[in-house]
C-alpha cells in the first residue's frame, strides 16, 4: 500500500518553507491517508483517464493520482506551494502543474485550465474526471463551471464542507435547495462516500465535511444552449426564491413566456417548491413559447 503524507511530515515541508496553512486560501490539509485512498478509489480511475486536481497542496493526493492515470492537471494557487509541487513532480511527465486561482470570475475558469479541458475535446477525448479535496470556498463556482462548460468531466470526487454537500443534494422544500441542487441532479447521479469529521484535516475546520461522487449521466438538455438557458432560468428565478413563481419569472421571461408556464403549473407557489423534473418542464414550456 503506497505511503500517504502525514500532518507531521506536512507540517514538516511548510516549515522548510517558511509557511504555514493560508486561511485565505481554504488551506485545510487532508491527512488522513485511508480517507484520501478512499476518495482515489471513489474515482474508479482507469489508466486512459485524465484527471483535474484543484488545490493539491503538498501533492499527497497527487503522488496517488499520478500512478493510476495517463494525466493529472494540478491548479494550485498558493506560490510557494506551487515550486515544492514542482520540485516533487519535476520528473512526473504525466502531471501538469498551474499556479493561479482556479476561477477567473463566479462563471469562468482560470484560462489556462480551459485552453487544458477544451483541448481534451479534440479527436478522441479522454474521460476527465475531477478528484481533490476542494478548497471550501470554490467549491460550488467550480463545480457549477465543470458542469455547464465542459462535457470532457463525466466524474467528480471531491471532499467538501458537509454544507455544500446538503444544498448538492437537497430535496425541494429545503432552505437548502437552490440552483446548485437542481442543476446538480438534473445531470448527475449523487453518491455521499463518507462523512468526514474535522479531526481528518490540518488546521482542523470547524465544520463537518462529506465526500462526494458525482457521476454525469444522460443530460436532458438539446445541447450546451439549452443547458445554458435553463441555468439561467433557475439561477434568475432563485435571486427571487421567496416570491410566487410567476413573480420571479418576471425577471427572467417576457410576458407570453410567464402566462404560457402558469397556465402549466400553479404559478403562486415558491420557486423553492418545484422538483427538479417541475424545473425541466417549466423551461421547456418557456422555450416552446419563445419559438411562437
Excluded at 467538501?160 to 437552490?178: F, H, L, N
Aim: proline share 5%; hydrophobic share 40%; charged share 25%.
Amino acid at each position: 500500500m503506497k505511503h500517504v503524507q502525514t500532518k507531521r511530515e506536512i507540517a514538516e515541508q511548510l516549515e522548510s518553507a517558511g509557511v504555514r496553512p493560508q486561511k485565505r486560501f481554504g488551506q485545510n490539509f487532508l491527512i488522513d491517508g485511508n480517507l484520501m485512498r478512499r476518495l482515489a478509489l471513489s474515482a474508479e480511475l482507469q489508466p486512459e483517464d485524465a484527471v483535474l486536481e484543484v488545490g493539491a497542496g503538498t501533492g499527497g493526493l497527487t503522488d496517488l493520482l499520478a500512478d493510476s492515470v495517463r494525466q493529472v492537471v494540478v491548479v494550485e494557487i498558493d506560490k510557494v506551494l506551487y515550486g515544492l509541487l514542482q520540485e516533487r513532480f519535476h520528473d512526473r511527465a504525466n502531471v501538469t502543474l498551474l499556479n493561479g486561482d482556479v476561477l477567473r470570475s463566479k462563471h469562468r475558469l482560470l484560462p489556462q485550465l480551459e485552453s487544458r479541458l477544451g483541448s481534451a475535446t479534440a479527436d478522441s477525448p479522454p474521460v476527465t474526471k475531477l478528484v481533490a479535496n476542494l478548497p471550501y470556498q470554490v467549491a460550488t463556482p467550480l463545480v457549477m463551471n465543470l458542469l455547464l462548460g465542459f462535457s470532457v468531466i463525466r466524474r467528480l470526487c471531491f471532499t467538501v464542507q458537509a454544507e455544500v454537500g446538503e444544498r448538492i443534494t437537497s430535496d425541494p422544500g429545503r432552505r437548502s435547495y437552490g440552483p446548485l441542487s437542481i442543476l446538480s441532479q438534473a445531470l448527475c447521479n449523487i453518491e455521499i462516500v463518507s462523512r468526514i469529521p474535522p479531526s481528518a484535516f490540518w488546521p482542523a475546520p470547524s465544520v463537518e465535511s462529506v465526500m462526494i461522487r458525482m457521476d454525469v449521466g444522460d443530460s436532458p438538455f438539446a445541447g450546451r444552449d439549452d443547458l445554458l438557458g435553463f441555468a439561467n432560468l433557475v439561477r434568475k428565478a432563485f435571486e427571487h426564491r421567496r416570491k410566487t413563481l410567476r413573480s420571479a419569472l418576471g425577471y427572467v421571461l417576457d410576458t407570453q413566456q410567464v402566462k404560457a408556464v402558469c397556465e402549466s403549473v400553479d404559478a403562486t407557489r415558491r420557486p423553492e417548491s418545484f422538483s427538479i423534473d417541475e424545473w425541466i418542464g417549466i423551461h421547456r414550456v418557456a422555450n416552446a413559447c419563445s419559438g411562437d
